[in-house]
């Protein structure tokens, strides 16, 4: 946790259109096991592999929803439906020792990877955070997580200057 670095995006400059209704919604608690299994399975094997088991990752989604990361941003935190099906997921909070809303946590399952729903729920949240007047945002991104640097730049985020 301590080596990730962190990514910030002027909200202002670079909200994204509207083009996320048709695939994303608003995460319900019904989600949650769903959403857990995409976290379980999508950090496999990866540099944020923390030996998570499944369990666990569900009591760490329901600990993002109910705030203690910081207060949970419903209004920018989605999921991606696939043919009824939770596809991924972006779960952001406001959490104060970052000065601005931080998107938490965001997973899209193996099967539905690089069909840019990643990318649509970061737009989304976006969009979101720009309409709720926030700002800037940030992600952290650990070193060395080539996917997440490579969609977090797409939409224009970029690393920031140690203070
Ligand atoms: C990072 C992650 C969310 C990307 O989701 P995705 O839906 O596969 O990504 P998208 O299809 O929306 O990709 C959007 C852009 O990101 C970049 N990108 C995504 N995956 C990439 C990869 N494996 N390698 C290089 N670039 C990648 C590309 O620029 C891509 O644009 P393009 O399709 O025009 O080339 C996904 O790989 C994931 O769930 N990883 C594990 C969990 C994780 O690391 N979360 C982030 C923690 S900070």
């Not at 809303?101 to 737009?123: F, M, N, S, T, W």
């Not at 949240?125 to 997580?145: E, F, H, K, V, W």
Request: glycine fraction near 6%; include cysteine; hydrophobic fraction near 45%.
């Amino acid at each position: 946790m301590s080596s990730r670095r962190k990514w910030e995006f002027e909200l202002f400059t670079h909200a994204a259109p509207d083009v996320c209704a048709a695939v994303t919604r608003a995460i319900a608690r019904e989600d949650v096991p769903a959403i857990a299994s995409i976290m379980y399975r999508a950090f496999q094997g990866t540099v944020d592999d923390e030996g998570m088991p499944e369990e666990q990752a569900a009591r760490k989604v329901n600990a993002i929803i109910d705030g203690k990361y910081g207060p949970f941003i419903a209004a920018a935190s989605r999921v991606a439906i696939v043919d009824g099906e939770c596809a991924a997921f972006l779960l952001a909070t406001d959490y104060e020792p970052y000065g601005m809303p931080v998107i938490a946590a965001i997973a899209v399952a193996p099967e539905y990877r690089r069909r840019r729903y990643g990318r649509l729920l970061l737009q989304a949240a976006t969009q979101a955070l720009a309409t709720l007047g926030y700002c800037r945002c940030c992600a952290m991104i650990s070193p060395g997580n080539a996917a997440s640097e490579a969609l977090f730049a797409s939409i224009g985020f970029k690393e920031a200057q140690p203070s």
